[in-house]
């Protein structure tokens, strides 16, 4: 991997963040054997790879057809990804990142496996600073689609390694080595927003 394709990948993994999923998932799978495990780990992954890859293939086009400039949304997803950064340096818990609604769709449906998809996948983990991160990655000179896609495929075996493990994960860091891990990420995920923002409004005054 180039400089800038790990680059990209330790963005985009820190702000997706799925450890941060975990408490999630548990609560959808409270009894789930390996088989079935492995089956959400699949599902969630393809799902989310799909979401990110969309996005660095094609964000751009749709950015260009409603007129708005890369730079316009780096600042705006910086301010996004901020916010969610201060959350996590919070220590709050995923479940607060998604409405209520989100929540009793999950719950209201017979097999755990919906919420895989929703809100699990999206928007838990390929929410709206992933998407963001990932279309102005893919602009990006500097990094370009195939590094980005590269940063995509990362995320994706992340994500299937944390559900697939999530019991042993959650056993081994419990409750307070999740909330120290998401502190950890979120300042990370802070310091990459604040850069968004700057290089954005740069950018935006540039031009």
């Known amino acids: 991997m180039t400089s800038g394709t790990l680059g990209a990948a330790a963005a985009l993994v820190a702000i997706a963040n799925p450890l941060g999923a975990l408490p999630v998932y548990l609560a959808l799978r409270a009894h789930g054997d390996p088989a079935e495990h492995r089956g959400d780990a699949w599902r969630s992954a393809l799902a989310v790879g ?6 660095a293939l094609v964000g751009t086009r749709v950015l260009d057809a409603f007129g708005v400039q890369v730079a316009g949304l780096r600042a705006a997803g910086g301010l996004i990804i901020t916010a969610m950064a201060f959350s996590m340096v919070q220590g709050e818990r995923p479940g607060a990142q998604f409405s209520r609604g989100d929540q009793e769709v999950a719950a209201s449906r017979d097999e ?4 895989i998809y929703v809100p699990l996948s999206i928007p838990l983990i390929a929410g709206p600073g992933a998407m963001t991160t990932t279309i102005t990655l893919a602009a990006s000179p500097e990094i370009g689609v195939p590094a980005t896609l590269a940063a995509v495929g990362a995320v994706c075996v992340l994500v299937f390694l944390t ?5 042993t994960w959650h056993r081994v860091l419990g409750d307070f080595g999740l909330r120290l891990a998401t502190r950890i990420l979120g300042l990370l995920v802070m310091a990459v927003g604040v850069q ?9 005054w540039a031009g």
Do not use: H, K, N, P
């Open 196 to 204: 968004m923002v700057v290089a954005g409004v740069r950018e935006l």
């Open 112 to 115: 755990a496996s919906f919420g």
């Open 50 to 55: 799909i979401t990110l890859a969309a996005c």
């Open 163 to 167: 559900v697939f493990f999530a019991r």
